[in-house]
C-alpha cells in the first residue's frame, strides 16, 4: 500500500469514529421524532423485534422508517411478486409483504435454519403465511431454482444478505426481473467505510463492488440514498430496469 493510501485509510477510519460518536445519539433523536409523527405504532412489528432479540438474532433489521420507505417504493411500483434475498427474522419481509395487493406474493431466501425459523413464526403472528413463500438455503443455490420454476420475474427485489455475494446477488436479480423491476440493495455506505478502496473487511468490498457494477449496468438507472438513524450510518442503493 503506498503512503497515500494508508493515509486515506488511516482518515478513514479516523473520520468514521469521529462521525458516529458525536452523531449517533442526535441521529436517534431525530428518527424517534419523526417516527413519533409519521409512522403509527404497530404492536406485531414491535412483537417481531422482541422475538427477534429473545432468539439471539444479531439486531440488523432495517429500521421502522426504512421498513416503511421498502413498503412505499412496492406500493409505488405496484408490485405483485417481490423477491427477498435475505430473511433474518422476517421483518423487513412483513413490510414488503404487506405492500402486496390480494393475491400478491413475496419469496424470500435465508440461509440460517434458526434464523428461518423465527421468521417463519414471525410472520405467522403478521397473518402472511399464505403470502409469504420462505426458502431455506444458500440464495446462490436457490435462485436458480427459482429460475427454473419460472417464479419470477418479479416487480421488486430486495437485496440484503451476506455481502460479500452482492454482485452475484444483482446477476441474479436482473435474471429475475423484466423492465420496470425495481432492484434495491441494502448498506451500500457502511458507515462511511466505503471510501476505503483498502479495506480488509469483505462486506465494504461487497458493497464497493455492487456499486461499480451498479454503475456500469446499461440496463440500469441507478442511485444511492445515504440513511442515518438509530442504526448507524449507511444507505440503500436504488435501481430501475430500463432495458431488456
Given at each position: 500500500?503506498?503512503?497515500?493510501a494508508q493515509r486515506r485509510s488511516k482518515y478513514c477510519r479516523y473520520y468514521r469514529q469521529f462521525h458516529k460518536t ?79 395487493p390480494p393475491g400478491g406474493r413475496l419469496v424470500t431466501l435465508e440461509a440460517n435454519l434458526k434464523h428461518a425459523g ?124 430500463i432495458g431488456d
Amino acid at each position: 500500500m503506498t503512503d497515500s493510501a494508508q493515509r486515506r485509510s488511516k482518515y478513514c477510519r479516523y473520520y468514521r469514529q469521529f462521525h458516529k460518536t458525536m452523531s449517533q445519539q442526535h441521529w436517534t433523536e431525530v428518527e424517534r421524532y419523526l417516527n413519533d409523527r409519521l409512522i403509527p405504532g404497530d404492536p406485531v412489528l414491535d412483537a417481531v423485534l422482541e422475538a427477534n432479540s429473545a432468539a439471539g438474532l444479531p439486531p440488523i433489521d432495517v429500521s421502522s422508517n426504512e421498513g416503511k420507505l421498502l413498503q412505499l417504493l412496492a406500493q409505488l411500483c405496484r408490485a405483485q411478486r417481490i423477491l427477498e434475498i435475505g430473511t433474518l427474522g422476517g421483518y423487513s419481509t412483513i413490510w414488503l409483504a404487506r405492500a402486496l395487493p390480494p393475491g400478491g406474493r413475496l419469496v424470500t431466501l435465508e440461509a440460517n435454519l434458526k434464523h428461518a425459523g423465527v421468521a417463519r413464526s414471525n410472520i405467522a403472528r403478521a397473518g402472511l403465511a399464505d403470502v409469504v413463500d420462505l426458502r431455506i438455503g444458500l440464495a446462490l443455490d436457490t435462485l436458480p431454482q427459482l429460475e427454473n420454476e419460472h417464479a419470477g420475474p418479479f416487480d421488486l427485489i430486495f437485496i440484503d444478505a451476506d455481502k460479500p455475494n452482492n454482485t452475484a446477488y444483482l446477476a441474479w436479480a436482473l435474471r429475475l426481473s423484466r423492465k420496470g423491476t425495481l432492484i434495491i440493495v441494502d448498506n451500500v455506505v457502511r458507515d462511511g467505510a466505503v471510501l476505503d478502496a483498502s479495506s480488509a473487511d469483505g462486506s465494504v468490498q461487497g458493497a464497493r463492488s455492487v456499486l461499480e457494477m451498479l454503475g456500469s449496468e446499461p440496463r440500469l438507472s441507478v442511485t444511492a440514498l445515504q440513511t442515518v438513524g438509530s442504526k448507524g450510518y449507511d444507505g440503500f442503493a436504488i435501481a430501475l430496469v430500463i432495458g431488456d
